[in-house]
């Protein structure tokens, strides 16, 4: 299987990119929202990729992570999800979007995908719902700062945080998002971390 492809980005497509790699254009779809963040064309790129084999044609979808990869790949796992269904999922939501409204149970946000009805949109809830958890949405912004006991202690406090928003009445998609906002530090516990998040919701 083909990793990931780097090469000179040669041409950029509504939904597709071309990648020059040694005289050889590599076609790859890819979602809207990774699109937008490529350079301009002439600049080097690198583009993780995964190959879809089908019975008349070999396709390649790409996205600039690993992480972006491994949320795609969970998504064609839901049953009735493709590779342009994924692509279109993570068209319209980042990666860290769809956690939100997967652990949300935020099915409108997920509709929201061209070609995504409700049914399918509350499948991927339930089947992805144990795939993804708060410490994923949470570990990109914070493995960086601290170890990995430091990380986890994070997450507890986060989790916290956001049950408190809700039991406020907020919503869950928007406690979450607000809470991620923050930059954590080792002192903070869940009392000032709540209040630096409502700051985040005014």
């Known amino acids: 299987m083909i990793q990931y492809i ?22 790859i779809f890819m979602p809207v929202q990774s699109i937008s963040q490529l350079p301009g064309v002439g600049n080097e790129v690198r583009i993780y990729t995964y190959l879809n084999v089908k019975e008349d044609a070999m396709q390649l979808f790409g996205f600039l992570t690993r992480d972006d990869l491994k949320v795609f790949k969970l998504l064609i796992g839901v049953n009735g999800i493709g590779p342009k269904g994924g692509q279109a999922v993570l068209s319209v939501l980042s990666p860290d979007d769809l956690r939100f409204a997967v652990l949300a149970n935020d099915v409108k946000a997920i509709c929201a995908a061209p070609g995504i009805g409700k049914k399918t949109a509350e499948k991927v809830i339930l089947e992805l ?46 406690a979450l998002k607000a809470v991620k906002k923050v930059e954590m530090t080792e002192a903070m516990d869940v009392e000032a971390l709540l209040k630096q998040a409502l700051k985040q919701m005014l």
């Open 129 to 174: 719902k144990d795939k993804l958890s708060l410490d994923d949405v949470f570990e990109h912004s914070s493995e960086d700062q601290f170890d990995a006991c430091a990380v986890a202690e994070n997450s507890d406090v986060q989790s916290e945080a956001i049950q408190a928003l809700v039991a406020l009445g907020y919503n869950s998609t928007d």
């Open 6 to 27: 780097r090469g000179e980005l040669a041409l950029v497509e509504e939904d597709r990119v071309i990648v020059d790699v040694g005289g050889v254009g590599y076609g």
